[in-house]
């Protein structure tokens, strides 16, 4: 299922991206259970498989959907996907005010935000080999934790600024998000499933000679729209093996895939857990596989993951 965050009319909202036939199969405020308003709510399965509220009330509409799950799509394109619209939110508030409603929009008809902003976004660097070797080094024992700050979100199609004032390179960096589904810590290898609501494509964007300037990666990687994520976020998808391609201006400059990962996503949860605690929302970058390089102005930088779908931006200069 996937997740998207949106905007129309000024208004933003949450709700889920089917394809046509999909989205006429959901029910609308006249099907399932209902509450006083007449709306369908989103509730059912336990907390066993989902990850807190969002979860369970994503599973209960899940199981009204019938045939398999839409195609990738590769950001907007698919001129035949829908939005069906969520009343509430789904990290927030009580499972019973996650309500289905019959709103319908076309995907073109709106604009796509960051399907999440979390409260932090936890980083993994040198996690593939290749990107290891290609910075330097060997690739290290236990995963090396960085963050970025809440502001560097932005979403798909917004633009990634470069600080030319201070930073003579801006690098794309593609990787495999994870979105944390509810409160944790000290999580254990039986409740990793728990805690992941689901997954995203993200661009870990670095003022390179920043980085190395520093020596620590703060300022480099903490920029206002340093961290793009979309185009949504999909809970269905295994994330042991997916492709991960990031293209430049069409052209491929990355291509690896997730089962190259030095420490998966389960045991990255656990690690990180053991430092602090995750929120609803809190978003954590697996890291790049090797083919990192430059964006100048004017560059469309796009990551794409097998199974969830494709994040593009442009590159422009920030005044």
């Given at each position: 299922?996937?997740?998207?965050?949106?905007?129309?009319?000024?208004?933003?909202?949450?709700?889920?991206?089917?394809?046509?036939?999909?989205?006429?199969?959901?029910?609308?405020?006249?099907?399932?259970p209902s509450t006083a308003n007449g709306t369908a709510t989103a509730t059912g399965a336990?907390?066993?498989?989902?990850?807190?509220?969002?979860?369970?009330?994503?599973?209960?509409?899940?199981?009204?959907?019938?045939?398999?799950?839409?195609?990738?799509?590769?950001?907007?394109?698919?001129?035949?996907?829908?939005?069906?619209?969520?009343?509430?939110?789904?990290?927030?508030?009580?499972?019973?005010?996650?309500?289905?409603?019959?709103?319908?929009?076309?995907?073109?008809?709106?604009?796509?935000?960051?399907?999440?902003?979390?409260?932090?976004?936890?980083?993994?660097?040198?996690?593939?080999?290749?990107?290891?070797?290609?910075?330097?080094?060997?690739?290290?024992?236990?995963?090396?934790?960085?963050?970025?700050?809440?502001?560097?979100?932005?979403?798909?199609?917004?633009?990634?600024?470069?600080?030319?004032?201070?930073?003579?390179?801006?690098?794309?960096?593609?990787?495999?998000?994870?979105v944390i589904g509810r409160l944790c810590r000290q999580v254990t290898a039986d409740r990793?499933?728990?805690?992941?609501?689901?997954?995203?494509?993200?661009?870990?964007?670095?003022?390179?000679?920043?980085?190395?300037?520093?020596?620590?990666?703060?300022?480099?990687?903490?920029?206002?729209?340093?961290?793009?994520?979309?185009?949504?976020?999909?809970?269905?998808?295994?994330?042991?093996?997916?492709?991960?391609?990031?293209?430049?201006?069409?052209?491929?400059?990355?291509?690896?895939?997730?089962?190259?990962?030095?420490?998966?996503?389960?045991?990255?949860?656990?690690?990180?857990?053991?430092?602090?605690?995750?929120?609803?929302?809190?978003?954590?970058?697996?890291?790049?596989?090797?083919?990192?390089?430059?964006?100048?102005?004017?560059?469309?930088?796009?990551?794409?993951?097998?199974?969830?779908?494709?994040?593009?931006?442009?590159?422009?200069?920030?005044?």
């Amino acid at each position: 299922m996937r997740i998207a965050r949106f905007s129309h009319n000024g208004e933003v909202s949450y709700g889920l991206v089917l394809g046509v036939e999909s989205a006429a199969e959901v029910p609308g405020p006249a099907a399932g259970p209902s509450t006083a308003n007449g709306t369908a709510t989103a509730t059912g399965a336990g907390t066993a498989t989902g990850a807190g509220t969002a979860n369970r009330a994503v599973s209960a509409v899940s199981g009204s959907l019938s045939g398999p799950p839409d195609p990738d799509p590769l950001g907007h394109e698919g001129s035949q996907l829908m939005i069906a619209q969520l009343a509430g939110h789904p990290f927030g508030g009580r499972e019973e005010d996650i309500k289905l409603t019959s709103i319908r929009f076309a995907l073109a008809d709106v604009r796509l935000l960051a399907p999440i902003l979390p409260s932090k976004v936890i980083c993994i660097g040198k996690n593939y080999a290749d990107h290891a070797r290609e910075m330097g080094g060997e690739p290290p024992e236990e995963p090396v934790i960085f963050l970025k700050p809440s502001t560097a979100v932005c979403g798909p199609g917004d633009p990634i600024f470069r600080p030319t004032q201070i930073s003579e390179r801006t690098d794309y960096e593609g990787e495999l998000a994870v979105v944390i589904g509810r409160l944790c810590r000290q999580v254990t290898a039986d409740r990793v499933d728990e805690v992941i609501f689901g997954y995203t494509c993200a661009n870990d964007v670095t003022a390179r000679d920043l980085q190395a300037r520093d020596g620590q990666w703060t300022r480099a990687k903490g920029f206002d729209t340093f961290c793009p994520l979309g185009p949504w976020i999909e809970t269905d998808v295994d994330p042991a093996d997916l492709a991960i391609t990031t293209r430049l201006n069409g052209e491929v400059r990355q291509d690896s895939r997730t089962s190259l990962l030095l420490h998966d996503v389960r045991s990255l949860v656990m690690f990180v857990s053991q430092v602090m605690t995750l929120l609803p929302g809190d978003v954590l970058l697996t890291g790049t596989p090797a083919g990192i390089g430059p964006m100048d102005k004017g560059d469309q930088v796009s990551v794409t993951i097998e199974g969830i779908g494709t994040l593009s931006n442009l590159v422009t200069d920030r005044d």
